[in-house]
């Protein structure tokens, strides 16, 4: 059984950070790569994603702002998010997806007041 569970969100104003993190709760944790997603009304979009072999990519909305990193010892995935906009707000999700089955947590919620 996978279960994977979020954490760090808030509110903050824009221009200041939150730490985003997706705890894995299963086996080989380190064999997996690790992605997440923003919740918007119609669509989830890939916010990052890093490889088992720590190889992070963003989307491009993000480069520059958004570090995602990954602790296996702790089974976790870190997502630093600098420079927060508006626009970042939403209901973050990490995912992971294991023989073509998807697993996700149960979001965190971003919120970047203006």
């Known amino acids: 059984q996978v279960q994977l569970v979020e954490s760090g969100g808030g509110v903050v104003q824009t221009g200041g950070s939150l730490t985003l993190a997706c705890t894995f709760y299963?086996?080989?944790?380190?064999?997996?790569?690790m992605t997440w997603y923003r919740q918007y009304a119609t669509s989830r979009p890939m916010v990052a994603r890093i490889a088992a072999a720590g190889n992070p990519t963003y989307a491009e909305a993000v480069e520059g702002r958004f570090t995602l990193s990954r602790d296996n010892a702790k089974s976790t995935t870190y997502l630093r998010m600098d420079n927060l906009k508006p626009e970042d707000s939403g209901l973050y999700f990490c995912?992971?997806?294991?023989?073509?089955?998807?697993?996700w947590g149960q979001g965190t919620q971003v919120i970047v007041s203006s």
């Open positions: 299963g086996t080989r944790f380190a064999e997996h790569g």
């Open positions: 995912n992971v997806r294991l023989r073509d089955t998807d697993y």
